[in-house]
């Protein structure tokens, strides 16, 4: 199957708070589309798949800033809908019983608790400062830069990685 990529004279509007629909150069319309970040970690505005209602690939954004800024806003948006991630930024405490630890987090959507399974598989430290953490029902949470963490956050967090 060849994939289609999309240029920059494609189209879209939004449809829902999730999907939108792509308007092609020679005018036609598909409809209901879902973006999905290929690579959601490494590339998040390039790479975009396109999903039909049955979850089929109709096309591939190459790079989310070749759109028209209009377009390109109802891609971000669109994809700001599907993936909520919320940014830890305090870690209260991280209760260690055997194999599974219960996180209780303050994030920039209110407090919250979670359970971790693996935490060397679950917890991804980067390079530039950021932390992806995976809980047990495969919810992602971020630490956007462990340097802005408090004192006791990064003691929590430091037993942990």
Not at 20 to 31: F, K, T, W
Not at 49 to 57: F, I, M, P, R, V
Not at 110 to 122: E, H, P, V
Request: proline share 4%; hydrophobic share 35%.
């Amino acid at each position: 199957m060849a994939r289609n990529y999309i240029d920059n004279d494609t189209e879209f509007v939004a449809r829902g708070s999730v999907s939108v629909d792509m308007i092609l150069s020679d005018g036609s319309r598909v409809e209901n589309l879902e973006p999905r970040r290929l690579f959601p970690v490494n590339y998040s505005e390039k790479y975009i798949s396109l999903l039909d209602a049955d979850g089929k690939e109709q096309a591939i954004i190459r790079d989310i800033a070749a759109l028209s800024e209009q377009s390109a806003a109802v891609i971000r948006n669109s994809l700001s809908e599907y993936y909520i991630i919320p940014k830890i930024t305090k870690v209260i405490q991280v209760y260690e019983k055997g194999s599974i630890n219960r996180w209780t987090v303050m994030t920039d959507r209110g407090k919250c608790s979670f359970l971790i399974k693996t935490r060397y598989s679950d917890i991804k430290p980067f390079p530039d400062g950021r932390v992806l953490i995976r809980d047990s029902n495969d919810n992602r949470y971020e630490i956007p830069d462990v340097s802005k963490l408090d004192k006791h956050s990064m003691r929590e967090l430091n037993s942990q990685i």
